[in-house]
């Protein structure tokens, strides 16, 4: 069950865009499995990916695509990740790429493929293929909330959010859906998100947001420290909404900025409060470092720490398993006697030495909510990052083992 997570009420339609879903038969049960996304001509769009070398087919193909021509419509299947597929994995992609394609008057270079699932197992390409015959027929721009249940794999809840601001007197708006809740973490936390808007974006702009974005989101959020083959973050930006390009040059950038930070934030931490058998969400903030990259790396070594997840499970207030992963990030030069930790808002360690205020009893009383947050002081600089996690559950374990059965 979702930590503190209901699902979206609605998600609002985004001008320049019509989506529809299908249950093809990928998944059991008559569950819907295959999303159809199509663009206004016009569209921009930007994407990040898994830096995982073993990408999947879908992965290597969006990006070629990317760079090839202007993408108008995107096909996203759950169910079955097509990778570790080999030269057929692509060849079977492609040809559900121009099955898209002829049936929509694009080039199959203008469809980028997106998949999620069981890694290893050949794309049901005959039953996608009906599949998609039903999808273009069903094009809506009311079908976001169809969606974002259509690429669910291990979730247990939808997770979307729409948000809306004015620009140049405009009202633009901003939807996404997102899935993911195992092997999750950075270089893309295995996760698909997907945002549209209708907003007028410089392309090279929207591109250098959608990596700072990514940073701030999807890249600061784990549940199990595994990152998945087919990974992706896309957002495409009609234009519909007539503003004056936006860049940050533009006077209003920033209003954007945070429309889209906050969608990227939410749709992230959906994911963790989704976490496989996750009971807690942890907020692990570092300060005091000297670079970002020195705050992340030990928000992550906390976070990874199966000790660590496994006390938060039990609410167990065993604080020195988070003293010792910090002390084992390997961040240059840390001193432990400048570092200070509270669990909430109580002491535990100040400046290296235990703290007066510390009362395991209250420590315990913290540790057994759904939202924790851990504050850690390197003590070292002016730096600060976030990272967002889980504990670690007798059902993660279950979820795993079970999931090809």
């Not at 002491?347 to 209250?362: I, K, R, T, W």
Request: glycine residues 8%; charged residues 20%; proline residues 4%.
């Amino acid at each position: 069950m979702a930590v503190g997570l209901l699902p979206p009420e609605q998600l609002l339609p985004v001008r320049g865009f019509r989506l529809s879903s299908v249950a093809s038969g990928i998944k059991v049960a008559g569950n819907t499995d295959l999303v159809l996304l199509v663009a206004d001509e016009g569209t921009q769009t930007a994407a990040v990916f898994t830096k995982n070398a073993y990408c999947a087919a879908p992965v290597h193909i969006a990006k070629r695509h990317l760079d090839q021509a202007t993408c108008r419509a995107l096909l996203i299947n759950s169910g079955n990740a097509n990778a570790g597929t080999g030269q057929t994995g692509e060849a079977d992609a492609l040809l559900l790429c121009q099955e898209v394609a002829e049936g929509l008057g694009l080039s199959k270079t203008q469809v980028l493929p997106f998949s999620t699932g069981v890694i290893g197992e050949p794309l049901p390409v005959p039953v996608m293929q009906d599949g998609i015959k039903q999808l273009q027929p069903m094009l809506s721009e009311h079908s976001w909330l169809d969606a974002a249940t259509a690429i669910m794999t291990t979730d247990t809840i939808e997770k979307g959010i729409s948000v809306q601001c004015t620009i140049d007197n405009e009202l633009i708006t901003l939807t996404g859906i997102a899935k993911g809740s195992g092997m999750i973490h950075p270089d893309m936390a295995t996760m698909l998100a997907f945002v549209a808007t209708d907003a007028a974006i410089d392309p090279y702009s929207l591109q250098q947001l959608v990596r700072t974005a990514s940073d701030e989101s999807f890249n600061s959020i784990s549940v199990d420290g595994d990152t998945s083959t087919n990974d992706a973050f896309v957002v495409m930006a009609s234009g519909a909404a007539n503003n004056r390009l936006l860049s940050p040059l533009h006077p209003e950038w920033e209003v954007f900025v945070d429309a889209l930070q906050q969608v990227s934030l939410h749709l992230a931490q959906s994911i963790i409060r989704d976490g496989e058998g996750a009971t807690r969400f942890i907020e692990i903030q570092v300060s005091g470092g000297v670079s970002v990259e020195d705050c992340k790396q030990v928000g992550f070594t906390v976070a990874h720490s199966p000790l660590v997840k496994t006390a938060f499970f039990a609410g167990d207030p065993n604080l020195g398993r988070i003293l010792a992963a910090v002390g084992r990030s390997k961040v240059e030069d840390l001193d432990m006697q400048r570092v200070s930790l509270s669990i909430g808002d109580l002491p535990v360690v100040e400046n290296g030495e235990p703290s007066a205020l510390y009362n395991e009893q209250d420590a315990a009383a913290i540790m057994g909510v759904e939202d924790i947050i851990i504050r850690i002081d390197l003590g070292m600089g002016d730096a600060q990052a976030c990272i967002w996690t889980t504990d670690l559950s007798y059902d993660y374990v279950k979820i795993n083992a079970e999931y090809r059965s």
